[in-house]
């Protein structure tokens, strides 16, 4: 192993530790509620099973407006909020709140996408057979939707290791951060070098499963 | 029996069904013919409201569905199946699946699932395909798996949304013999909306003909029975001489 990878190994290993929390949480939040945020903009779009303009029109500007805030500005606007739930705006747990705020509004976009993709006749044989709203998003839409879900993730948790780079600023740590401060910024611009490689790694990895998972589930 | 009274529907500025009354009695192969947009398809739709008439009474067995909320009408659904002309079955389900989820939203004793599903199958002649995904099968499969998961409930009715028109004249012939066996052995009553001659004169033992929205006529009519189709090319170059000169290049 090179010789100044053995030299910062113990930051090193620690700085993977902290983007790996960070982008932890974003996919958690991108599951857990990017998801149903994403379904209820599909179900809530005009001709939909849930139609419902005032909803639709609140969660699309929502998720509107989030995504349009570049990031870093996100980061400093939310800092309140963060402070609210967390008890500090500094360090990796703090800035896993803005990260998993623009993951639910990221990954829902993807989410609303790919839904809409879905045979509207599918749906329609799911209503005639007597489904309930739950039954149709759960046996027919998201099995449907499924490789396309899974694509849209992994899409998703890329952009997340993006955005988990620039947390320096509030402290969050993680590789990006790492690369800047010692590799940049202290003109090791080998070790910064290092560190896009293991990104590089990292995306590949997480590039190739996703699109394997996703054409093992695809039976259409 | 399925009686419509006096319904209406429109979309937006569009009048697509107007004042239409009829009744389709038990046992029937009931045929609804017409144009495109003269509203048959729409007609057909609101018998199990997937569309929901603007005014009118659709009352099935004596039930007015149109007064059926929630629980209550997906119940009421469930005893009449459909099919469609895109077949719309889910892709990324078997065979097998796609006709048990009929069986799981019914809550159907889940032992007796597997049975009944292979049952089913054995009526459309498919038990060997259950493992299969709807896009190894053909056009004419995929309806006898459509048909098959619509009597998976034991439904009094079956809607028949096109389904044939998306098929070649082989696999026509196939799914019309067994809807002709849904009715027959089962006792299913099938209405039929198509706007091919031919499909409804082969099966339907009454016929409304639909134009702009509004019933033409009714006609009673007696089944000619399914024409037997030959599998060989013969068989289209008979049909296209059948009505005029062929110039044998």
């Known amino acids: 192993m090179p010789e100044i990878l053995v030299q910062y190994e113990a930051q090193i290993w620690q700085a993977i530790g902290?983007?790996?929390?960070?982008?932890?949480?974003?996919?958690l939040a991108a599951v857990l509620l990017g998801l149903p945020v994403g379904?209820?903009?599909?179900?809530?779009?005009?001709?939909?099973?849930?139609?419902?303009?005032?909803?639709?029109?609140?969660?699309?500007?929502?998720?509107?407006?989030?995504?349009s805030f570049p990031f870093l500005l996100l980061v400093v606007f939310l800092i309140p909020f963060t402070r609210l739930i967390i008890g500090t705006a500094i360090g990796t747990a703090a800035a896993t709140v803005p990260l998993a705020i623009i993951a639910?509004?990221?990954?829902?976009?993807l989410v609303e996408q790919t839904l809409l993709d879905v045979p509207k006749?599918?749906?329609?044989?799911?209503?005639?057979?007597?489904?309930?709203?739950?039954?149709?998003?759960?046996?027919?839409?998201?099995?449907?939707?499924?490789?396309?879900?899974?694509v849209g993730l992994t899409t998703s948790?890329?952009?997340?290791?993006?955005?988990?780079?620039?947390?320096?600023?509030?402290?969050?740590?993680?590789?990006?951060?790492?690369?800047?401060?010692?590799?940049?910024?202290?003109?090791?611009?080998?070790?910064?070098?290092?560190?896009?490689?293991?990104?590089?790694?990292?995306?590949?990895?997480?590039?190739?499963?996703?699109?394997?998972?996703?054409?093992?589930?695809?039976?259409r | 029996m399925i009686q419509l009274h006096h319904v209406n529907k429109r979309f937006e500025q569009f009048e697509a069904i107007k004042d239409v009354s009829l009744?389709?009695?038990?046992?029937?192969?009931?045929g609804i013919i017409g144009a495109s947009g003269a509203g048959k398809s729409t007609l057909l739709r609101l018998i199990n409201l997937l569309e929901v008439p603007d005014t009118g009474a659709v009352e099935v067995n004596g039930r007015d569905l149109t007064k059926l909320r929630g629980k209550r009408l997906r119940d009421a659904r469930k005893s009449i199946g459909?099919?469609?002309?895109?077949?719309?079955?889910?892709?990324?389900?078997?065979?097998?699946?796609?006709?048990?989820?009929?069986?799981?939203?019914?809550?159907?004793?889940?032992?007796?699932?597997?049975?009944?599903?292979?049952?089913?199958?054995?009526?459309?002649?498919?038990?060997?395909?259950?493992?299969?995904?709807?896009?190894?099968?053909?056009?004419?499969?995929?309806?006898?798996?459509a048909i098959a998961r619509a009597l998976a409930n034991k439904p009094e009715f079956l809607l028949c949304d096109e389904p044939t028109s998306s098929l070649d004249p082989n696999s026509t012939a196939e799914v019309l013999k067994v809807l002709e066996d849904v009715n027959k052995r089962l006792g299913v009553t099938i209405v039929i909306v198509s706007h091919e001659m031919d499909v409804i004169k082969s099966l339907c033992t009454q016929v409304t003909v639909m134009a702009n929205g509004e019933v033409y006529e009714t006609v009673r009519t007696?089944?000619?029975?399914?024409?037997?189709?030959?599998?060989?090319?013969?068989?289209?170059?008979?049909?296209?001489a059948k009505d005029g000169e062929v110039d044998r290049a």
């Not at chain 1, 379904?39 to 509107?64: D, I």
């Not at chain 1, 401060?181 to 202290?186: E, L, M, P, V």
């Not at chain 2, 007696?222 to 296209?240: R, S």
């Open chain 1, 18 to 27: 902290e983007t790996f929390i960070m982008v932890g949480v974003s996919i």
């Open chain 1, 39 to 67: 379904t209820l903009l599909y179900l809530c779009r005009k001709g939909n099973l849930l139609e419902n303009r005032v909803a639709f029109s609140t969660l699309n500007l929502l998720v509107n407006i989030i995504r």
């Open chain 1, 104 to 109: 639910i509004a990221h990954y829902s976009r």
């Open chain 1, 121 to 150: 006749g599918v749906l329609e044989a799911a209503v005639s057979m007597g489904a309930s709203v739950r039954s149709v998003i759960f046996k027919f839409l998201y099995v449907e939707a499924r490789s396309g879900l899974v």
């Open chain 1, 157 to 219: 948790i890329i952009s997340f290791i993006s955005y988990s780079t620039i947390m320096g600023v509030v402290g969050g740590g993680g590789i990006g951060d790492f690369a800047i401060r010692f590799g940049y910024q202290q003109f090791k611009t080998e070790l910064m070098m290092y560190m896009i490689v293991i990104m590089v790694i990292f995306v590949q990895i997480i590039q190739f499963t996703g699109m394997t998972v996703a054409r093992m589930i695809d039976k």
């Open chain 2, 23 to 30: 009744t389709i009695d038990k046992g029937e192969i009931y």
């Open chain 2, 82 to 145: 459909m099919i469609f002309q895109g077949f719309n079955l889910v892709a990324n389900k078997t065979v097998y699946e796609n006709i048990a989820v009929s069986l799981e939203l019914s809550n159907y004793p889940r032992k007796e699932r597997r049975g009944r599903v292979e049952e089913c199958l054995r009526f459309v002649g498919l038990e060997d395909f259950m493992k299969k995904y709807p896009a190894q099968l053909s056009g004419g499969q995929k309806q006898r798996v």
């Open chain 2, 222 to 240: 007696k089944p000619k029975g399914v024409k037997h189709i030959d599998n060989n090319p013969k068989y289209f170059v008979d049909q296209l």
